[in-house]
Each structure stands twice: as structure tokens, then as C-alpha cells.
Nanobody, 122 residues
Framework: QVQLVESGGGLVQPGGSLRLSCAASGSGFRVNGMGWYRQAPGNERALVATITSAGTTNYADSVKGRFTISRDNPKNTVYLQMNSLKPEDTAVYYC????????????????WGQGTQVTVSS
């Protein structure tokens, strides 16, 4: 089982910045896509940004120009740099990763982190 551990959430004032990190761990796995999603109270979980193993990125329109997703493939880690934060960015942010894990044979996995709270408020 591939586990994801997130860090970097917290309380920040409007206009401020935060950097989220998410590291994948386990045995015998290869990560393909990684991404960040968020869920605000009363809302469904929604895509924030994704990145492929080749570095191709995709962003939600609401965060384009403010957030940057990146990854360190040897460390199986994905980052989300969040700038110019707004109160509407307040949510629990979840990390996601998919790929293949070996257990007798290669089988696909799709894992989620436990979530980290981001609160933007003055």
C-alpha cells in the first residue's frame, strides 16, 4: 500500500503564501500522476492542480496564476506553492497519487493523503 503524508497547511492572511508538501512512501511502487484537491465545508472535493511524471501540469481556473504545482520524482514528492491566497481558498487540501505497485505482479494504485487544513483569514 502506498501512503501519502501531507504537510505545510496552516493559517495565513489574505494575500499571503503557503507551500504544501506530500511524500509518497511504501515498497515497490512507481508513481505516475500526482495532484492536489481541496474540499471546503459543504462542498464536494475539487481538483486544484495535477502534474504528470513528465511534468505536464493542469490547474483549476480559480488558481491559475497564483498556485504552482511541482514534483521531485526521485523523492516521490509533490509540492503546491500557493501565493496571493484568498479567503475562498480556505479548505482541507488532499494529496493524490496514482501509479503501479508490485506485489506478485504490477497492479495499479490510487492513494489519498489524510488532508491538511488551509485557512485564509485576517
Amino acid at each position: 500500500q502506498v501512503q501519502l503524508v501531507e504537510s505545510g497547511g496552516g493559517l495565513v492572511q489574505p494575500g499571503g503564501s503557503l507551500r504544501l508538501s506530500c511524500a509518497a512512501s511504501g515498497s515497490g511502487f512507481r508513481v505516475n500522476g500526482m495532484g492536489w484537491y481541496r474540499q471546503a465545508p459543504g462542498n464536494e472535493r475539487a481538483l486544484v492542480a495535477t502534474i504528470t511524471s513528465a511534468g505536464t501540469t493542469n490547474y483549476a481556473d480559480s488558481v491559475k496564476g497564483r498556485f504552482t504545482i511541482s514534483r521531485d520524482n526521485p523523492k516521490n514528492t509533490v509540492y503546491l506553492q500557493m501565493n496571493s491566497l484568498k479567503p475562498e481558498d480556505t479548505a482541507v487540501y488532499y494529496c493524490n497519487a496514482d501509479g503501479l505497485q508490485y506485489s506478485d505482479y504490477w497492479r495499479p494504485f490510487d492513494s489519498w493523503g489524510q488532508g491538511t487544513q488551509v485557512t485564509v483569514s485576517s
